[in-house]
């Protein structure tokens, strides 16, 4: 998992919310399959050119974030959707669909997840992103315009709102590097090459460790 901090700054959140305020939301479920409609209970954003507008925003954002770039390696992205929970709402655990658009053009492996938050924490209660994975259970409630990346295939929910409403962009990524483990490998060995830089003004140690991070890209990218 790993927090983007700021991935949105205050003025193009607080202009995302306001042209959410003003859009006609659906029943989330009728975006979902399987046993999916029994677990969820949010609304999302109708498509349309607003939500066009807003996720072009989000995506350019990602997109130029040199912490989603070395973190994620993506290759594509998903178009985000925009969800409101108001209060008694809620998505119980779940595992996100192991390829969105089967058999489209767009379709896209979901390697990782992306949940951007829009709303101020402090302006409503409960909702916390619940996370299962290998090392253990975790909550997150982030500031808003700021993000969390987690590997798609954790099981996940949102836990129910009891006052105020959560408003988030969430999306899906396809990873040039197919292997969490590999990810995780490359994401570890990006800070050490980091932390090496600003060390040493002799940079032969950082750009050993750089050269030997392109050479697992090239042979673990898919």
């Known amino acids: 998992m790993q927090v983007i ?11 995302i919310l306001a042209a959410l305020a003003d859009e006609e939301f659906q029943d989330g479920r009728l975006t979902t399959a399987n046993a999916a409609p029994l677990l969820k209970n949010n609304r999302e954003m109708r498509a349309g050119a607003t939500r066009e507008r807003l996720g072009k925003i989000v995506l350019q954002a990602l997109q130029t974030n040199p912490t989603v770039q070395s973190t994620a390696l993506p290759s594509r992205y998903s178009f985000p959707k925009f969800s409101k929970y108001g209060p008694g709402m809620y998505y119980d655990f779940h595992t996100d669909a192991g390829i969105l658009n089967l058999g489209l053009p767009s379709a896209l492996r979901t390697d990782l997840s992306c949940t951007v938050f829009l709303s101020d924490p402090a302006s409503y209660e409960g909702g916390e992103l619940t996370i299962r994975a290998a090392a253990g259970t975790s909550q997150w409630k982030l500031p ?21 409403v959560r408003a988030v962009a969430v999306l899906w990524i396809q990873s040039y590097i197919r292997d969490a483990h590999q ?40």
């Open 144 to 164: 808003s315009g700021s993000a969390l990346l987690y590997r798609t295939s954790d099981l996940h929910r949102v836990e129910a709102v009891t006052q105020g």
């Open 5 to 15: 901090e700021r991935l949105l700054p205050e003025r193009e959140v607080q202009g």
């Open 183 to 222: 990810r995780d490998i490359l994401a570890r060995l990006n800070t050490v090459c980091q932390t090496l830089s600003q060390r040493n003004a002799d940079r032969t140690e950082a750009d050993l460790v750089s050269n030997s991070i392109h050479d697992l890209i090239r042979l673990w990218a898919a």
